[in-house]
């Protein structure tokens, strides 16, 4: 069996379900470092064979959307070793700082795409932060899609 790198159906709709598509044909994971092509931000820190980026197609109504990932492919919690732990919590801690971010989410899904809801199996942590209504000082919600 052939693996799946991406998860086409999981993908929203427009430009990112179309480079999702591409992706697809090539049979490669896209966030590993030798395939690290498609997507459109400058890595911003880095912390061993951990990176955060901005999110190319950030989730609708965030301020903020990192991307934290690392170079090599894992899928699973439990492929992660206490060194991915720290340097993941290390990029999420400098992003908040440098970024001011007041509040927000760490996120990752984890295991098979059909029951996470991801579109790429790569291992990869979102730290989000919402927008806010300057009017009435809310927070707007920012949907993260599990299943």
Known sequence: MEKKFVNIK?????????????IALTGKCPFCKENFKYHKKPILKRKNDWFLTEASWPYK????????????????????????????FFLAQWAIKKY???????AVRFGDTDF?????????????SPERNQKTKKTRKVNFPIG
């Open 10 to 22: 999981n993908a929203r709709k427009g430009e990112y379900e179309e480079v999702i598509k591409k």
């Open 61 to 88: 109504n965030a301020r903020c959307h990192f991307m934290i990932l690392g170079e090599k492919h894992k899928e699973n919690i439990s492929d992660l070793k206490k060194e991915s732990f720290e340097a993941i």
């Open 100 to 106: 001011k971010i007041k509040g927000g989410g760490l």
């Open 116 to 128: 996470t809801g991801a579109s790429v199996s790569h291992l990869h942590f979102h730290l989000i």
